[in-house]
């Protein structure tokens, strides 16, 4: 079965400086890869995504994520974070085939000043 | 707005009762998921219609029940509601059936936040 492991339940770091949220993943095969993002009382907003191709993925505000297929992972990184991406980050699967996105637990991010 | 609405946004209702949360997905989208977000369990995967017709179940209780109308707008429904079925609920929709290669991910709506008292 596939499944998806966020280790990292709460990061802070200060507004500046870089972040990498870890994600990996459980699958016979390479998945769909997702992060989304989460701020309070919202909805869940895509960030990027990967089907194949070109390891590294760029997304929106800044965000990019690196498959690497060797640790079954795919990190998400920002070089430098801003006090607006405090919010929930939530990596996600779906398998070749498969219907429904299986989500991680995601991780808190909180950004000081 | 990503396009995916949700109503309504909050709910509350008494244990036993019945509710009905409704969403209509994004211009285009044949998909519709339905999601349960809560604190001990994460989020999980309920059910997906695709133009119309039930394609998967997830973690979905007996209790439960979804369709998806002709107009592609989906409703869930939640009856005998207990205390443990606070949670937020999110609908989401994709452009094709992710079947294939054709996944281009899911827009979420802002969810209805159900309490149960």
């Known amino acids: 079965a596939q499944s998806v492991t966020q280790p990292d339940i709460h990061i802070t770091v200060s507004e500046g400086a870089s972040l990498e949220l870890r994600c990996n993943y459980s699958?016979?095969?390479?998945?769909?890869l997702f992060w989304y993002v989460q701020s309070p009382g919202q909805g869940l907003q895509l960030l990027l995504k990967y089907f194949s191709g070109d390891t590294l993925v760029q997304g929106i505000k800044g965000f990019e994520a690196e498959f690497k297929r060797s640790q079954s992972s795919f990190n998400l990184r920002k070089p430098s974070v801003h006090w607006s991406d405090a919010a929930e980050y939530f990596c996600?699967?779906?398998?070749?085939?498969?219907?429904?996105?299986?989500f991680g637990t995601g991780t808190r991010l909180t950004v000081i000043p | 707005d990503s396009g995916v609405t949700q109503t309504p946004k909050h709910l509350i209702t008494a244990t036993g009762q019945r509710v009905t949360l409704r969403c209509s997905p994004r211009?285009?989208?044949?998909?519709v998921y339905w999601y349960q977000q809560s604190l001990d369990q994460g989020l999980q995967f309920l059910i997906q219609y695709y133009n119309g017709e039930e394609r998967a179940k997830g973690n979905i209780l007996e209790r439960f029940s979804a369709q998806q109308f002709p107009d592609l707008h989906s409703e869930l429904n939640l009856s005998s509601l207990e205390l443990g079925d606070s949670a937020l609920y999110f609908c989401?929709?994709?452009?094709?059936?992710?079947?294939?290669?054709?996944?281009?991910?899911?827009?979420f709506g802002s969810g209805t936040r159900l309490t149960v008292v």
């Open positions: 996600a699967v779906v398998g070749r085939g498969a219907n429904n996105l299986f």
């Open positions: 989401a929709s994709s452009v094709d059936d992710p079947l294939g290669s054709r996944n281009y991910g899911y827009t």
């Open positions: 699958y016979g095969a390479t998945p769909y």
């Open positions: 211009s285009g989208d044949l998909s």
